[in-house]
């Protein structure tokens, strides 16, 4: 396998963006009206600039991907983490099937139902270690992560992180066409785990290229200790359920629900001898149904703040000695460092494609193809958008307005916001610029050729019937 394929690949990406800004004119939406205008080429010195401007507004991405290597760090240095890993794998033996069928269908579901996407990453390593000791190989481990996260995207219903912007593009609200969004995310469910299953069960028991950081070492215990699994399984379960409840959109769905937002404005109000002990304590924080993970948003650091104190905990709880707790958090944090890189450097790409934006040239090409709306090359401008632009926000943002003065007919909406949401989840299972993709490849040591070959099929499975849910709609 070739050493640091993914980072090449990364690399070549932004190269090729770069080219763009020297063959194609820039173009943006001014007014209602698309703006056609001279090249912004971006030179050299820039370009080794702009690494440093992805930083500053994406620094949280890396911050949150150290934070899941602190965690598992210090999750190898207490014993009761390869017994609870050996446990589960010895309940599943003989129905390992069954595991991989319930993981791909949860992590599908928050991310249908939560959002969440980028936030799950704190679980892949588990779930891969876990995949790993089952006997499978890596592309599985990779499929059962990335492409259960991937699927919820493409039938989301209620993540207000993945598209919450295109209902203010468009008009449209939740529940528009969102017995269509429970189809698709079925159907692509059925298709992932259809795929996953039959090419696990071929290839079980041949996971020789495993690295051995990917599964924890077995540690030695005081004869006669026993190692107490149930704390280490609540304390994890917990975080998971705080992140979880602070993603859904809890007011969005239920208007009248203020119970948290009441309980947090209590918690600020709250004083102590005239001092507002527990707003000091914890500082900026938002009350569950308003955490997110967007740029520029104040709870961006609720996340690794709440995954370092879960360490800390373990950490208590299991007695790790001080030195090899900061063993564990270096190492940890050190595994997570070119991952979080390469996520950086996939932000360039939006970095570039926005300030330079050729992109619209290809939209108004696209939709000039066909009079009227034409479900293929709506498709073909939303992964377009998708490629250039990382996240769902930013693809709706740089296509989205000007779609709409393209089509104006306000019936359609519905149908163009099911393609956009659908046709991104879609494109981050092979684009190279999708970060939760290319992140898990570098972590699992995968090359971005053998997840294509591996994955075509699917995405071409898949791609078919987008477009013919999207067609049935159109005809209805």
Known sequence: MKKHNILKVVLLSIFIVFLCTWIFPIAYVN?????????EQLGLFDLFSYPLIAFNFFSHIFLYVLVCGLLYGVLYKIPAYRVLLEKIKKGFEGREWIFLSVTMVVLAAITSAVGFSFGLIVLFPMLISLILLMGYNKLVAASVT????????????????????????LGTTYASELGYKAIILFLSLGLLMFHTLRYAKKTKNQNVDVKEELIPQEIKVEKGKKVRVWPLVVIFDLMLV?????????????????AFSDALTWLQEFELFGFPIFYKVLGNVQAFGEWTYSVGQIPVATFPVLIVFTALILALVYRVKWNDL???ICNGMKKAVKPAAIMILIYMILIIATYHPFQLLFTKALLGLTEGFNVVTMSIVAFLASLFNVEALYQVQSTLPY??????????YPIIAVIFQSIYGLAMLVVPSSV???????????????????????????????LVIFLIMLAL
């Not at 007014?31 to 090249?39: F, K, M």
């Open 146 to 169: 990335v492409g259960s996260v991937v699927v919820g995207m493409i039938g989301n219903t209620f993540a207000v992180d993945i598209f919450s912007y295109v209902n203010t593009v």
């Open 326 to 328: 900061l063993d564990g």
């Open 436 to 466: 939760i993709l290319m992140g898990t490849l570098d972590y699992l040591g995968v090359s971005y050729g053998n997840w294509l070959k591996h994955i075509w099929k699917l995405f071409v499975a898949i791609l078919i019937v987008l």
């Open 242 to 258: 705080i992140l979880l409840m602070g993603c859904f959109p809890w007011q969005t769905l239920f208007p009248e629900f203020t």
């Open 31 to 39: 007014y209602d009206q698309l703006v056609e205008s001279t090249r």
């Open 403 to 412: 779609v709409a003065t393209v089509i104006t007919d306000e019936s359609l």
